[in-house]
């Protein structure tokens, strides 16, 4: 599935991928598990920072070379969520908007936001996220640089980062 076009870069501009729900990200409650929601935003941000082939669309973000043999991996240093509504199944996707709170030296800030599907009449947003990425070198396990390439694409993409509610 494509990703949806990002909205027009400038302040405070979003990616908006479509990221579907499947049956087994539901808990006993019948709305999505807790660490399925981990899952989901990992979805989306492979989706928005990883290279694809030349079959795919992808969004102007995806400039990472994805592997192991590729020499630079994402590790995830932390990651916060704050759930604002539970997620019930639907067979739309959700709509995760993503942006950058920060672009460090050898580190990003990944904001989230995830509603419902842009189709329903009452938008829903579910939850907010920030991850912290850190860019390492794959034989040695130390930080490399944000490169200049990865700069230019994603600085305009660069926002305020998530104030959560109950700090």
Known sequence: MASAPAESAGADARLHLPIHLRWGDLDAFNHVNNTSMLK???EARVRAFWKADDTEDAPPTAVIESGIEQGVLTLIARQEIEYLAPVPYQRRP???QMWFGKIGGSSVEVCYEVFND???DARVLYARS???IVLVDAATGRPVRVSEDMRR???PYVGRPIAYAHR
Do not use: F, K, N, Q
């Open 40 to 42: 989901l935003l990992e």
């Open 94 to 96: 959700l709509e995760v």
């Open 118 to 120: 842009p189709s329903y």
């Open 130 to 132: 920030t991850a912290v």
């Open 153 to 155: 694409v994603w600085g």
